[in-house]
């Protein structure tokens, strides 16, 4: 059970209504993290309402809900608080319409004594977040409420410019919170104190040191069962738009003035702002062989199921460093981690055979993994006589702080913020339309998908993207195990 200070929970009492709620996500992540939040104290009382299409009443919910922990949650369900959680779950079918909606609020509301908050998460396909946040006008539930919205914000520019309008027509930017869950994630947060906490790393972080950085997130994982969705998105807009792209704001912003939502969001959309528009040459392409035989795939389908890219941030902290992002399904590995590749030493003492800069630049690197780690790579003398040269490590692991439960799971972080109105992690519509635009050039000229075998590192050319350079997985050298003691 965290020892995280109970003030951390939001002032006031919630109604949390899930739209999408018998679905994946929320069966997966939301339910359970709702539940962890709630039983570790966070959130006391907290009531759920679900609502889908799903015909269910509560006690089917709560069947749901339950199964649901049970598949997922990767703490103990103790019983003790899931007689409570389920005490405070309720169940709208869409097909009840919004009076059913509203009574099912007011009896929530005034089952905490009437000064709760709402808290509405739409966790439904791109097409239904408008037809919800209708549903949320009509019944009257604007009021005292934030929305908490999954991506794609947009498909493109003039989707995204017109979707933040209609949403605008309800709901405020303030009262809004676009969910980046690679935002909610511990190292990703870490980022920042590791680079403003410390008077060593940032004096450095800059093209004066700084050769190229890599943000590489292969998966193996395919389709699940998303072929519907995936099919209309591919990775680009799946991945990169949305958390490639805000991994790499937290990487290469400026010093915020304070930590504070609207610092943070300024300087990540600076970065942004800053960023060449990509160029449909700087990108591969890749579909793993076999995506097009997929229930739910056109047999021509032209999705890519795999992206690498270069940009290039153009501002005096980064004019002339590359930035490699590359992620994909189905391949060789499951990694998060971004790399940064320093400059090599421009003369060497030590002897040809030596292996000076044999094993690549010096790097430092992170796991975005929940329980993350990071090594920060340099040579070192092998001992014994003679002067030969070996590529060495410090590392960091999570596990080894033994704070490793304390870590809150990434959607439990964020639904947390934004029940107390903290938009500190969270993306903006300025930031979003922006990083559409840059991605316009590629949106509309994209280069042909180029076919990579499952369990691969994606296609060929994909190395000629980095050259010279290489990319930084696979790993030459594994993360040492934590766990192992000795030398
Ligand atoms: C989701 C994408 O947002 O992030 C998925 O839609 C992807 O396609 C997932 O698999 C990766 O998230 P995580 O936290 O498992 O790395």
């Not at 410390?198 to 890599?214: A, K, M, S, T, Y």
């Not at 030596?354 to 070192?380: C, E, I, N, R, W």
């Amino acid at each position: 059970m965290p020892r995280i200070p109970k003030d951390f929970g939001p002032k006031h009492p919630q109604v949390v209504v899930l739209i999408g709620a018998t679905g994946d996500l929320s069966r997966r992540k939301l339910l359970p993290g709702l539940f962890h939040l709630a039983s570790a104290g966070f959130i006391p009382g907290c009531r759920i309402i679900g609502v889908s299409l799903d015909e269910l009443d509560a006690d089917g919910f709560r069947k749901l809900a339950h199964q649901a922990l049970d598949q997922f949650a990767t703490r103990n369900v103790k019983d003790g608080g899931w007689t409570e959680f389920a005490d405070g779950l309720d169940y709208v079918p869409l097909k009840s319409g919004v009076p059913a909606l509203k009574a099912a609020v007011t009896k929530a509301e005034k089952a905490l004594g009437g000064s709760s908050r709402h808290i509405h998460y739409l966790s439904v396909p791109p097409n239904a977040a408008l037809s919800a946040v209708r549903l949320l006008a009509e019944a009257e539930l604007v009021e005292r409420a934030s929305i908490i919205m999954e991506k794609p914000f947009g498909t493109d520019l003039a989707s995204a410019v017109s979707l933040n309008a209609k949403l605008h027509e309800v709901f405020a930017e303030d009262q809004i919170f676009r969910i980046d869950h690679f935002l909610g994630k511990e190292p990703a947060q870490n980022i920042l104190a590791f680079r403003f906490a410390n008077g060593l790393f940032e004096p450095i972080w800059n093209r004066n040191f700084i050769d190229h950085v890599q943000i590489d997130v292969p998966e193996t994982l395919g389709l699940d069962r998303r072929a519907a969705y995936y099919e209309q998105i591919g990775a680009y807009r799946d991945m990169v738009v949305t958390h490639l792209f805000q991994i790499l704001g937290f990487m290469a912003m400026e010093p915020p003035t304070a930590l504070e939502p609207a610092s943070i969001s300024e300087e990540k959309n600076k970065v942004f702002r800053s960023m060449v528009p990509i160029d449909p040459r700087d990108v591969v392409r890749g579909q793993y062989a076999g995506y097009r035989d997929e229930d739910g795939v056109d047999p021509e389908s032209d999705t890519e199921t795999f992206i690498a890219l270069k940009c290039a941030i153009d501002n005096w902290r980064w004019a002339g460093v590359p930035f490699f992002l590359r992620t994909g399904k189905k391949m060789a590995d499951g990694q998060r981690i971004i790399s940064i590749a320093f400059r090599e030493p421009p003369k060497s003492m030590f002897p040809t055979g030596s292996g000076v800069g044999a094993q690549g630049p010096d790097h430092l690197t992170f796991d975005l993994a929940d329980a993350s780690k990071v090594s920060l790579s340099f040579y070192g003398k092998r001992p014994g006589p003679g002067m030969r040269l070996d590529k060495q490590s410090l590392q960091f692991a999570m596990h080894e702080t033994g704070l490793l439960g304390e870590v809150l799971e990434a959607y439990e972080r964020l639904i947390l913020d934004a029940m107390r109105g903290d938009h500190t992690l969270f993306t903006t519509a300025e930031g979003i339309e922006r990083l559409w635009q840059a991605s316009e050039r590629l949106l509309e000229a994209p280069p042909p998908v180029r076919l990579y075998a499952q369990g691969s590192w994606g296609p060929k050319s994909v190395h000629q993207l980095v050259a010279p350079h290489a990319w930084r997985l696979p790993f030459e050298r594994e993360w040492r195990d934590p766990n192992r003691s000795g030398a």
